[in-house]
C-alpha cells in the first residue's frame, strides 16, 4: 500500500474541506431562498389569520355587556313586497346628491333632502384642531385641514355650497322634528361626549350614530346613545349581531349581496340593518325589508307610502 507524502495529504484534505464548506454555504442558500419564498407566499394567508383572530378578539366587551334581548328600534319594515322605496327605506347619504354633486354634507343639501321628502339625513362630520364639530367630506370639501371654523367656513364646498357647523346641524332637526341624524366618522368616546354635549336631550331619540367596534358600540351605549349601529364587515360578524343581541347595525352593500343568509336571519330576529351605498331602485325593492332596512342612497327619492298601523309594524316605536 502506497503512502502519500504528507504535503499531498494536506493538500487533499484542504480541498476536500473546502468543497464542503461550499455545499454547505450552497444548502444554506438554498434554504434561505425557500423560506423567503414562503414567507412571500403565506404571508397574505397569515396577514389574512391575524386580522381575523383580532377581530374577533374585539367583540370580547360584548360577552358581559351585550343586551339579554334584542331591543325593538322604531325602523319600519314594510314586508317582503315593497311597491316603493318611502322616506322610511332611505337615508340621505351626506346629504344625498345636490346639482349632481355628492359627498356635500352642505347646508343646501339638508334643505333639498328637506324638501324631497327625507326622513333620515346622513351627515359625516369631523372635529377640528380647536374643537368645532363640522359636517365635512374628504372627497369634496378642501377645508378638511382648517384648524378652525373661521379657516373652514371661509370655503364654500364644491366652491358653491355652504359648510355645516354642529349648532347649524342641530338648529336645522330641531326645526324639523321628523327627521333623524344619521352621523359617520364620529365614533371615539371623547369626540361623542363633545357631540352629545352640544346636540341637546329632545334631538338626541333621533339619532343613529355608526360605530366602527364593539367596544365604541358599548360607550355610545353607556353615554345615553339609544341608537348606536354597528359596522360590520363579514358573515360571522352579522351573526354576531344576532348573537350579542345588537339591535342596529350597518354594512357595505357588497356584504349584503354576499351574505344574503345572513342579512335575512339578522332582520327576522329583530335586528334593523342600514346599508351603504345604493342607487339602484330595482335592487333596492327587492332587498329592502328581506336583507336591509334602510338603504343609505345618493340619488334615490323618496315615493309617498302609507305606513300601516304600529299593531301591523314588525318593529315598534318606544
Known amino acids: 500500500m502506497r503512502i502519500l507524502p504528507l504535503h499531498i495529504h494536506e493538500k487533499l484534505l484542504s480541498g476536500a474541506r473546502r468543497a464542503f464548506a461550499k455545499a454547505t454555504i450552497l444548502r444554506v442558500v438554498v434554504v434561505l431562498i425557500v423560506v423567503a419564498v414562503l414567507f412571500v407566499v403565506s404571508r397574505p394567508f397569515f396577514a389574512t389569520v391575524s386580522h381575523s383572530i383580532r377581530a374577533r378578539l374585539s367583540w370580547a366587551p360584548l360577552i358581559f355587556d351585550a343586551p339579554e334581548k334584542m331591543e325593538p328600534t322604531p325602523f319600519w319594515h314594510c314586508g317582503e313586497n315593497c311597491e316603493c322605496l318611502s322616506a322610511d327605506h332611505l337615508i340621505a347619504h351626506a346629504g344625498a346628491a345636490i346639482e349632481q354633486t355628492t359627498y356635500t354634507n352642505s347646508l343646501e343639501a339638508l334643505e333639498s333632502a328637506k324638501r324631497t321628502g327625507f326622513k333620515f339625513v346622513e351627515i359625516d362630520l369631523r372635529v377640528l384642531p380647536d374643537g368645532t364639530i363640522v359636517g365635512g367630506h374628504d372627497d369634496v370639501h378642501s377645508s378638511l385641514s382648517a384648524k378652525t371654523w373661521k379657516e373652514f367656513s371661509a370655503h364654500l364646498i364644491a366652491e358653491k355650497f355652504t359648510p355645516l357647523s354642529l349648532p347649524m346641524i342641530r338648529e336645522f332637526f330641531h326645526n324639523n322634528p321628523d327627521m333623524w341624524l344619521v352621523t359617520d366618522k364620529i365614533c371615539e368616546k371623547g369626540d361623542l361626549e363633545k357631540f352629545l354635549a352640544n346636540w341637546g336631550g329632545v334631538e338626541q331619540n333621533r339619532l343613529i350614530v355608526e360605530v366602527f367596534s364593539p367596544q365604541q358600540w358599548l360607550d355610545a351605549r353607556e353615554l345615553g346613545i339609544r341608537y348606536p349601529a354597528l359596522n360590520v364587515s363579514s358573515g360571522w360578524q352579522l351573526k354576531a349581531l344576532r348573537h350579542f343581541n345588537i339591535p342596529a347595525a350597518t354594512c357595505d352593500v357588497d356584504v349584503m349581496k354576499k351574505y ?34 334602510l338603504f343609505y342612497t345618493d340619488y334615490l327619492t323618496p315615493a309617498a307610502t302609507t305606513k300601516p298601523s304600529p299593531a301591523t309594524d314588525r318593529h315598534t316605536t318606544n
Not at 329583530?270 to 351603504?276: I, N, T
Request: aromatic content about 6%; overall charge neutral.
Open 260 to 293: 344574503p343568509r345572513e342579512t335575512e336571519e339578522y332582520l327576522k330576529a329583530g335586528g334593523s340593518l342600514l346599508v351603504c351605498t345604493l342607487n339602484d331602485a330595482f335592487v333596492a325593492k327587492q332587498n329592502i325589508s328581506r336583507h336591509a332596512t
